[in-house]
């Protein structure tokens, strides 16, 4: 499995590998006393999971262990998490002296040799898994004003595709028809009493 970290300081640091980073992350949280796969319940007796604070995107795997474990850690009001490209796209910095948190993402990448994209026997490309990380920080270590119990600071448009993507698949793979009729939402039971389950 390929790993790769991309910094402008990896020509001066060592580099090191997506496990070694994500694993010494989360001994620290344990020598501090903090379990990121045990939240203590915080805010009011719930721990929101992380999620990406410009997308919408709630993370997953490994990311959730170290994210909540710095959100416990530090005492983060918010759960939202921002790349420095979505804090400066916000118009925002991150403030002085805060450092980021790996965040893991994986991906297909195509196998390339001498330049050229290698074919596997039925000419589609092979793929490599290809895992790095980049640095992400709380939206309490920015100068974004969000307002923990809102969605202020999602984009948009994003969140509406979202949501209408998530609505398409599920009335697609349970086979509900969506009828369009009047101008309100509302369910009517005549309409569904001679439907085949």
């Not at 640091?13 to 992350?25: A, G, H, I, L, Q």
């Not at 993402?105 to 589609?124: P, Q, S």
């Not at 790095?132 to 948009?156: C, K, M, R, S």
């Not at 979202?162 to 009517?188: F, P």
Request: proline content about 5%.
């Amino acid at each position: 499995m390929q790993q790769m970290h991309r910094t402008k300081a990896t020509a001066t640091s060592e580099k090191k590998d997506v496990y070694t980073v994500v694993t010494n992350r989360i001994v620290d949280l344990l020598n501090q006393g903090i379990v990121p796969w045990k939240p203590c319940t915080r805010n009011n007796g719930s721990v929101r999971l992380p999620v990406n604070g410009y997308s919408g995107h709630r993370y997953q795997g490994v990311n959730v262990l170290t994210l909540l474990g710095e959100q416990l850690a530090n005492g983060y009001a918010t759960n939202r998490w921002f790349t420095m490209r979505q804090v400066n796209t916000l118009g925002a910095r991150v403030q002085k002296g805060q450092k980021g948190t790996p965040i893991v993402f994986a991906r297909y990448i195509d196998r390339k040799e001498n330049g050229e994209v290698v074919l596997d026997k039925d000419g589609n490309p092979e793929q490599r898994y290809f895992l790095t990380y980049t640095h992400g920080w709380n939206g309490d270590q920015t100068t974004l004003a969000i307002d923990v119990h809102e969605e202020a600071g999602l984009d948009p448009a994003l969140r509406q595709s979202r949501a209408n993507d998530l609505l398409m698949g599920y009335l697609a793979r349970e086979r509900i028809e969506l009828t369009h009729v009047g101008a309100q939402a509302y369910y009517q039971p005549q309409y569904f009493a001679n439907s085949p389950p």
